[in-house]
């Protein structure tokens, strides 16, 4: 944990592998309990922390690249909570949320569930690494002044 | 974190009922995958999902019931949800997937609507 400008960041770092996307959902339910959402919230939260990793490791795992990891980072301010979910492999579209959101393509899924759940969706890539994630906000409805 | 926990009954002939339980993810998703796909395998080719117990569901756990239900139909089955969990069934109505799956709210009524074998 650490402080910026803005409020304070968590990061969670976790191998790329499909058993550990449930640590990534535990650490954010944590972090999201502790702000001003209700219950339903944290759930969309949870949620879509989880479809971010379980994207990265599904496009991951399709560029044979199974060796990686999932760096998970949230900026907590009072007005709303950012999650950061990105990778540090320069390999194309790890992460990125797919542009069809057709509901019977299975492998779309996610990417529509996380635009839905969220306020705030862009995709992102590290200059440094040539990662590549996705940033998600949610707002709190009702901030403490 | 709980794991996926899957039981099996046979009601009838050509039925099958898998009652879940704990978190429906990436990781846990390919054993719920391989149970249906067996069944299927096996002439079960109705399938009655019971999603009461689970507590966590993702696009992995809805892309496995996709495909179930699609390969049940391609044998000329069927495949229904039982769901009662508000938390669980706003998953299905936010991606759409209400107007794919039949979703029930007890085992007595997907029995009921199953066509005859």
Do not use: W
């Not at chain 1, 199974?66 to 950061?84: F, K, M, N, P, Y």
């Not at chain 1, 990105?86 to 579209?93: E, Q, T, V």
């Not at chain 2, 926990?5 to 050509?14: I, L, M, N, S, W």
């Not at chain 2, 391989?34 to 999603?51: K, S």
């Amino acid at each position: 944990m650490s402080t910026s400008d803005s409020g304070v960041v968590v990061r969670l770092t976790i191998p790329g592998k499909p058993e550990f996307v449930g640590v990534a959902r535990l650490a954010i339910l944590g972090v999201a309990s502790r702000m001003r959402f209700n219950y339903d919230e944290v759930e969309d939260i949870r949620l879509a922390v989880g479809e971010a990793c379980t994207t990265a490791i599904e496009r991951a795992q399709g560029a044979n690249a199974v060796a990686h990891e999932l760096h998970v980072r949230c900026l907590i301010d009072l007005s709303r909570l950012v999650v950061e979910v990105s990778d540090s492999m320069p390999i194309p579209a790890v992460t990125e949320l797919p542009k069809t959101e057709s509901i019977l393509d299975e492998r779309c899924l996610g990417g529509v569930l996380i635009r839905i759940l969220m306020d705030d969706v862009e995709n992102i890539e590290d200059p440094d690494t040539g990662g590549r994630g996705v940033r998600m906000t949610k707002y709190v409805a009702s901030p403490v002044r | 974190m709980n794991m996926l926990k899957v039981e099996t009954r046979t009601p009838r002939e050509g039925v099958a009922v898998i009652v879940l339980g704990g978190e429906v993810d990436v990781y846990t998703s390919p054993r719920l995958k391989q149970e249906m796909v067996d069944l299927l395998n096996r002439g079960q080719v109705n399938l009655i999902v019971d999603l009461n117990g689970i507590e966590y569901l993702d696009s992995t756990g809805l892309g496995v019931l996709i495909g179930g239900l699609k390969r049940a139909r391609e044998r000329e089955g069927d495949l229904r949800l039982i769901c009662d969990n508000m938390r669980i069934l706003r998953i299905f109505e936010i991606t759409g997937l209400t107007k794919i799956f039949d979703i029930d709210r007890n085992e007595d009524d997907a029995l009921g609507k199953l066509k005859p074998a």
